[in-house]
């Protein structure tokens, strides 16, 4: 029987395990209804057994990116173009995985959905100007959040939002091909 819960688990005999854990000990005391409540001592010793199998607790996902996410997930998305990225991936990355590194850039960045739109347009429009072909402009899921080589996570989206915020303007060089003979 669980004193805490006030439940019993089938197979185990209550009254073995009472006599193991003795009054004595302080970890238990018998009260007026000749049953057992647990002491402060106990409780500290159920805590500490407890917190090493806890997992840590997870916030939900409207607490961190806000009530409107999943909407915000796919105007993200869709500034991406659709098409298929010179490195073999799509530019538009399943929305569960844009999920997941949103749910990690709102933990570590403190940006809004409106700086984050508009910073995502700005890379596209500047991949978009480039090239045509969008050489080596990250899918939706790496501009949020990449793991590099070294196991450090990278936010591309940060970096432009940073821009954006700051009201910054980068000058991109317009370089033109002219063939000779």
Known sequence: MSIREGISASGINLHQELRAISSDDGFIIKNLKNSYDITPKG???LSDVESYFKVKSKKTAIAVMGSNYAENFVKYNEIFPKVKLPSGKIARTPLRMVEANFKWFFENYKYSWETILNAT???VDEYELKSPAYMYMRNSGYFICKMSHDKIRESTLAEY???VDS????IVPHFFKDKTL
């Open 167 to 170: 009201k910054e303007e980068v």
């Open 43 to 45: 409780e500290q010793l």
């Open 121 to 123: 347009v700005r890379y």
């Open 161 to 163: 939002c940073d821009m």
